[in-house]
């Protein structure tokens, strides 16, 4: 069979079936790596603090490995654009975010970012004036300072119809930031920080929780690793695919010669009935030439069958 597979067709057919299966062999890496990508980034990582302006970009979209990443960044509170957002629990509690707009210091074209900064238990009705007081007891922070935020990076959520733009502030059931776009009119980043300090000439404050509003709370996403079956189940098909090339090839050669060991035996059945029926002139012939011979003899002696048959019966 080896000599078979060393015929000159077979090796370049082997040579294309090695390519396919390294192809396929890839496939099914990448399939593999595919299963466990997208996962939750280490806390190591996500939970050191990194520029905002360094880490995310203003105007598109925000990737796996930019969300749930603890960033900085300085600027303003501008309370007057605050929006409630509902269905937010806090330690089994359910009640409202107080999400209000922030300028970002370094961001270009003035883009800004929305900071979810208290969580309350009930829906509140309050002016700016009365949402700068609460800010101020609750983070001892005047409104007007310029400050360093510090908190989790998350993205934006889907906007939802049902916003209740006739009470002040804003009550909303989702935080979509292309909503609120439209909302406050201004242009926003994909994504929204939920503070944790809020430093003022090197001091940190944070949300005490001493009066009605409440510190925001978000823990980061877990680190156990996630499989997706499917690109596992893709993976294992490439993988077969793979092996069958193989298998195809050599199925081929093999057929090749199986037909290559009938044509010999065919070829040595034909061979032997051909010298039999060769051995079988031959005798014939043989036989032939002896009478001829013997005839020939005869009249050349003048012998006749006259007296052949006397000199029998003598």
Same mark, same amino acid.
């Given at each position: ?10 090796i ?10 390294a ?6 890496q990448? #399939?593999? *790596?595919?299963s466990?990508?997208n #996962?939750p ?12 302006t ?8 925000m990737m ?5 990443? +603890? ?5 303003n509170?501008n ?8 269905? !937010? ?19 270009? %074209? ?8 208290g969580w ?10 009365? &949402?700068?007081?609460?800010?101020? #007891?609750?983070?001892d922070?005047s409104?007007?300072? +310029?400050m360093? @935020?510090?908190? $989790? ?6 906007p ?10 804003? $009550?909303t ?6 909503q609120?776009v439209?909302l =406050? ?10 503070? *944790?300090?809020?430093?003022? %000439?090197s ?13 925001v ?28 090339s193989? @298998?195809?090839? =050599? !199925?081929?050669?093999?057929? %090749?010669y ?14 032997q ?8 002139? &031959? $005798?014939d012939?043989? $036989? ?9 003899? !005869?009249v ?8 052949q048959?006397?000199?029998?019966e003598?």
């Open positions: 069979m080896l000599r078979t597979a060393l015929k000159p067709r077979w370049g057919f082997f040579l294309l079936t090695m390519v396919v299966a192809l396929f062999v890839l496939l099914t990448w #399939q593999f *790596e595919q466990t990508a #996962q980034r280490d806390h190591a990582e996500t939970e050191t603090p990194v520029a905002l360094e880490h995310f970009e203003p105007g598109a979209p796996t490995d930019q969300a749930d990443q +603890m960033v900085t960044f300085r600027g509170l309370l007057e654009n605050t929006v409630q957002v509902e269905s !937010r629990v806090e330690e089994g509690n359910l009640g409202l975010w107080l999400v209000s707009e922030a300028t970002v210091d370094g961001a270009p %074209d003035g883009y800004r970012i929305p900071v979810a900064w309350v238990e009930e829906e509140i009705e309050a002016d700016t004036a009365e &949402l700068t007081e609460m800010f101020e #007891q609750a983070t922070v409104a007007q300072d +310029m360093e @935020f510090e908190g $989790r990076l998350i993205p934006g959520e889907g939802t119809p049902n916003t209740n733009h006739a009470s002040e502030p804003v $009550r059931q989702m935080l979509a930031t292309s609120l439209n =406050w009119d201004q242009d926003l980043y994909a994504g929204y920080v939920v503070a *944790e300090k809020f430093t003022v %000439d001091t940190e404050h944070v949300v005490s929780g001493a009066t009605d509003v409440q510190p709370d978000v823990a980061p996403q877990p680190e156990e690793t996630e499989v997706a079956w499917l690109n596992i189940f893709y993976a294992i098909e490439w993988f077969i695919f793979a092996v069958f193989l @298998f195809l090839w =050599w !199925r081929f050669v093999r057929d %090749d199986l037909k290559d060991q009938r044509e010999e035996e065919l070829d040595e059945l034909w061979e009935h051909w010298r039999a029926q060769e051995l079988q002139r &031959l $005798r012939q043989a $036989r032939k030439e002896k009478v001829a011979a013997e005839q020939a003899y !005869r050349y002696h003048g012998y006749s069958s006259d007296d048959k006397d000199s029998r003598s």
